[in-house]
């Protein structure tokens, strides 16, 4: 009897509401901890996810080396074309056409104020932002001869290309055609022969087309369209104001007058009596550190004193052994600074950016690494210059060579219908003009000079400097930068110095 009743009383033990009660609150927080795991879990593999995906897109646009193709792959998971402007790498013009009516490709001035992008699809197709035709083939039949491509509907046999190498575009050909390489490349514009690849510029107004890809003439750089307006942001202009017929384009803004140079309030001179605290040479070389040292040393026997010289080096060989001792030799100079940069072929222009930002004067002076000083050299008048009057930057000339200074100016022609844009130098205008400087009659007013210039510090890093996508031919781009600031440049031919370019051990 006693065991039947423990029997029977155990459940009756286990149901009690005591023990309900802590059944039920530890059922309730063994299932509430295991939504938080679970939650948990789910916010850290989320997180985690989430997380990649923003360092994977930072490491591919800090990566300079990164595949184009490979890039456009990943940016295709959010959106399956990216705008860019194509620019040749070596000059520095793009690729677009000159109207909204214009069928073909063409050699154009970069202008941020123009839509010069091409959407780049998924399949490797390009579409013009400013005509929304498709780049096409004109005549397959005729690849062999490399005629020229066209802006299309869309309906037509659509050229698909992909970046090789990070440099060139070359065509997608099908299988019979696979030994055929062709590459978009500058062209001349005959109709009826096979085109001819301009290997040595991308001359403006050229055509562009379908050639056999050449290392210099077909090397291409794409753009990011919002990045290229912010880093040429200087030109962006208004329409211009006077309607003029023969230029009414944006970049016809610059082609007004800019004043004359003005001689500064006294009180707002700024004397150097010590030239050594207010100038900084500035110079871009690649592995050539024997012109360096000659540089400096002709400063020194021709001047009597030192400068502060910042070099950057951004040469891709390594340095050889230095049996002549110019290493050594250039530790005499105190005041050099000599930057190996770790990464090679940045270009002019983002060396001479990347040497200017440790500019700590107000003025710097830019020579090439071939520049020697002469007796012709007189930096003391450029400075006066620039301490007195409102002018941004002053320049000379290398003796031996043309003067290159002069006016520039946008022009705007019409030939069977088509609308044909330029940018044009009017060399030894300067001179013509003779806008003299107040208290220095020797010197004028002009829109650029040769790579030969002082100029403030600041008024170059205001305008951005140079662009750093050209590697070369960057010297217009800087000149018009300033120009459409309202920047004021001034030319004093009798300021020369000596483009050396034979080798040291010539002389």
């Not at 005509?131 to 001869?145: F, H, P, S, V, Y």
């Not at 030239?275 to 550190?289: H, L």
């Not at 040292?293 to 020194?300: A, E, N």
């Not at 107040?438 to 400097?465: H, Q, W, Y």
Request: aromatic share 10%; hydrophobic share 35%; proline share 4%.
């Amino acid at each position: 009897m006693s065991i039947r009743t423990n029997i029977w009383q155990f459940p009756k033990v286990l149901l009690s509401k005591r023990v309900l009660w802590i059944l039920c609150l530890f059922g309730i927080s063994m299932y509430l901890i295991t939504i938080v795991v679970i939650e948990s879990q789910a916010n850290i593999s989320f997180h985690e996810a989430e997380e990649s995906w923003s360092e994977k897109i930072k490491r591919i646009t800090r990566t300079e080396h990164l595949k184009f193709g490979e890039w456009v792959a990943v940016q295709t998971r959010k959106e399956n074309k990216l705008s860019y402007r194509i620019q040749f790498s070596r000059w520095g013009n793009c690729i677009g056409s000159s109207s909204s009516n214009s069928s073909y490709l063409e050699v154009i001035f970069c202008d941020p104020n123009d839509k010069q992008t091409f959407n780049w699809n998924k399949d490797g197709s390009l579409v013009s932002e400013k005509t929304g035709g498709c780049l096409e083939i004109k005549d397959t039949a005729k690849l062999n001869q490399t005629f020229q491509l066209k802006l299309g509907d869309c309906s037509g046999e659509i050229a698909k290309f992909t970046y090789v190498n990070e440099s060139y575009l070359q065509l997608n050909l099908d299988a019979a055609l696979q030994d055929t390489q062709l590459c978009l490349s500058p062209v001349n514009s005959s109709e009826t022969a096979p085109l001819v690849i301009y290997d040595e510029k991308a001359q403006l107004g050229s055509s562009v087309g379908l050639q056999f890809c050449h290392e210099n003439a077909s090397q291409l750089t794409f753009i990011e369209k919002s990045d290229f307006r912010e880093k040429r942001k200087a030109l962006l202009l208004p329409q211009p104001a006077d309607g003029d017929p023969n230029c009414d384009f944006p970049a016809c803004a610059i082609n007004a007058k800019t004043p004359p140079v003005k001689l500064l309030p006294l009180e707002e001179w700024s004397r150097c009596d010590n030239i050594s605290e207010c100038v900084t040479i500035v110079t871009k070389t690649a592995r050539r550190p024997e012109l360096i040292l000659r540089m400096v040393q002709s400063f020194r026997r021709e001047k009597g004193y030192d400068l502060p010289t910042i070099v950057y080096d951004d040469g891709g060989e390594p340095y050889p052994a230095d049996p002549d001792g110019v290493m050594e030799s250039l530790s005499d100079f105190p005041d050099l600074r000599y930057i190996v940069g770790d990464k090679e072929d940045l270009g002019i222009a983002l060396g001479r950016n990347l040497a200017i930002q440790q500019v700590r004067t107000k003025y710097f002076l830019l020579f090439d690494d071939d520049t020697v000083i002469t007796e012709r050299t007189d930096i003391e008048q450029l400075v006066k210059i620039l301490d007195t009057t409102d002018a941004s930057l002053v320049g000379g000339k290398c003796s031996g060579y043309r003067h290159f200074a002069g006016f520039l100016h946008f022009s705007q022609e019409y030939h069977h219908g088509t609308d044909n844009r330029g940018l044009s130098l009017y060399s030894r205008g300067c001179n013509y003009a003779n806008e003299t400087v107040v208290n220095f009659p020797s010197c004028v007013r002009c829109d650029l000079t040769s790579n030969v210039f002082m100029a403030k510090t600041k008024d170059i890093l205001e305008v951005g400097g140079w662009s750093e996508e050209l590697k070369i031919a960057e010297h217009k781009d800087l000149f018009l930068k300033l120009k459409a600031a309202k920047k004021k440049v001034v030319y004093c031919p009798d300021f020369q110095v000596k483009n050396a370019k034979e080798s040291v051990e010539s002389k």
